[in-house]
């Protein structure tokens, strides 16, 4: 029991620090226009590699997953909103899942 707490803590610490530490040691603005750029996309970066191998593997084939992923892509890139995209995908994974 006394591990489980030290996990949870050393957790919570660690969240933490990585929180704290960017607004302790950057006081003023960040002016490097890399840096900037750099801090921009990481959001965007992280939520993709969280997120791309996830539609492949979670699908009951992955060739379902990636032609959904495409059929979304490129629907999104028509100008559909977030919820008819993910509607189309989950259909295209149900369909392709039954066999039609």
Do not use: D, H
Request: proline share 6%.
């Amino acid at each position: 029991m006394t591990k489980l707490i030290i996990y949870i803590l050393l957790a919570i610490v660690t969240t933490n620090m990585i929180r704290v530490l960017p607004m302790l040691l950057i006081k003023g603005r960040i002016r490097n226009r890399f840096v900037r750029s750099f801090l921009y996309y990481v959001p965007y970066v992280t939520l993709a590699v969280m997120t791309f191998p996830a539609i492949i593997e979670t699908t009951p084939s992955p060739l379902s997953g990636c032609v959904a992923l495409v059929a979304g892509i490129v629907a999104a890139w028509y100008g559909m909103g977030l919820f008819p995209v993910a509607a189309l995908c989950c259909v295209i994974v149900y369909l392709m899942s039954v066999g039609l």
